[in-house]
T-cell receptor
Framework: AQSVSQHNHHVILSEAASLELGCNYS??????LFWYVQYPGQHLQLLLK??????LVKGIKGFEAEFIKSKFSFNLRKPSVQWSDTAEYFC???????????FGRGTSLIVHP | DAGITQSPRHKVTETGTPVTLRCHQT?????MYWYRQDPGHGLRLIHY???????DKGEVSDGYSVSRSKTEDFLLTLESATSSQTSVYFC??????????FGPGTRLTVL
C-alpha cells in the first residue's frame, strides 16, 4: 500500500527563517502530489500541487515544492516564514488512476514573531 | 472556497446514541469523502463516494455508515456512538478525483 512520510512532526521557527518540510512517498509509478495547509481552527486548504511538467511548483503565499522522482520526495519550502504561516501542513499523494489520496500525518509549524 | 457546508458544526452526544452528520455541496462534484482528524493520526479516510449511491469503505470504516442519495449530499451515520468516535470530522469533495476541497468540519464529542 502507498505510504507517505512527513519526518518533521513539529517545527518551531522565528519569523524570517527559511522553511523546508520533508515529504516522502513509497509508490514508484505516476503520482499526483499535494501540500495542504490547515490554519488553527480551520479546514484544510490546497497550498500547491504537482501533476506533471516543471518539478518546481509554486503555490500560494510564497510557498514552493520540488518533486524529485529519484528520491520519491516532494519537499515544501519557503524562503522567509511569517507568523501567519503558523499552521499544520499535510502532504498527500495520489497514485496514478486512483482517486483516494494518502495523507501524511502532518507537520505542525509554529512561527514566533 | 468551494461551496461545502457541514452540519452540525458541533455536537455533544452520549454513548450509544445514533448520530448523523451531513455534508452538502453546491459544486456538483462527483467525488465526496469523509475523514476524521485526531491528534497524532492526521487525516484518516472513513468512507468515500464516487457517485450517487456509489460508496465504499476507507481505512477506518468500522462503526460508520454512509449514504448518498443525491449528488449534493453525503451523510455519515454513527449507528451507536462510542467515546472513541470523539473527533473532528471533515467532508471533502473533488471534481475529478484529484484535488480535494474540504468543508469546515464537525466537532463531535461522545460522552
Amino acid at each position: 500500500a502507498q505510504s507517505v512520510s512527513q519526518h518533521n512532526h513539529h517545527v518551531i521557527l522565528s519569523e524570517a527563517a527559511s522553511l523546508e518540510l520533508g515529504c516522502n512517498y513509497s509508490y514508484g509509478g505516476t503520482v499526483n502530489l499535494f501540500w495542504y495547509v490547515q490554519y488553527p481552527g480551520q479546514h484544510l486548504q490546497l497550498l500547491l500541487k504537482y501533476f506533471s511538467g516543471d518539478p518546481l511548483v509554486k503555490g500560494i503565499k510564497g510557498f514552493e515544492a520540488e518533486f524529485i522522482k529519484s528520491k520519491f520526495s516532494f519537499n515544501l519550502r519557503k524562503p522567509s516564514v511569517q507568523w501567519s504561516d503558523t499552521a499544520e501542513y499535510f502532504c498527500a499523494v495520489l497514485s496514478g488512476g486512483s482517486y483516494i489520496p494518502t495523507f501524511g500525518r502532518g507537520t505542525s509549524l509554529i512561527v514566533h514573531p | 472556497d468551494a461551496g461545502i457546508t457541514q452540519s452540525p458544526r458541533h455536537k455533544v452526544t452520549e454513548t450509544g446514541t445514533p448520530v448523523t452528520l451531513r455534508c452538502h455541496q453546491t459544486e456538483n462534484h462527483r467525488y465526496m469523502y469523509w475523514y476524521r482528524q485526531d491528534p497524532g493520526h492526521g487525516l484518516r479516510l472513513i468512507h468515500y463516494s464516487y457517485g450517487v449511491k456509489d460508496t465504499d469503505k476507507g481505512e477506518v470504516s468500522d462503526g460508520y455508515s454512509v449514504s448518498r442519495s443525491k449528488t449534493e449530499d453525503f451523510l455519515l451515520t454513527l449507528e451507536s456512538a462510542t467515546s472513541s468516535q470523539t473527533s473532528v470530522y471533515f467532508c471533502a469533495i473533488s471534481e475529478s478525483g484529484d484535488t480535494q476541497f474540504f468543508g469546515p468540519g464537525t466537532r463531535l464529542t461522545v460522552l
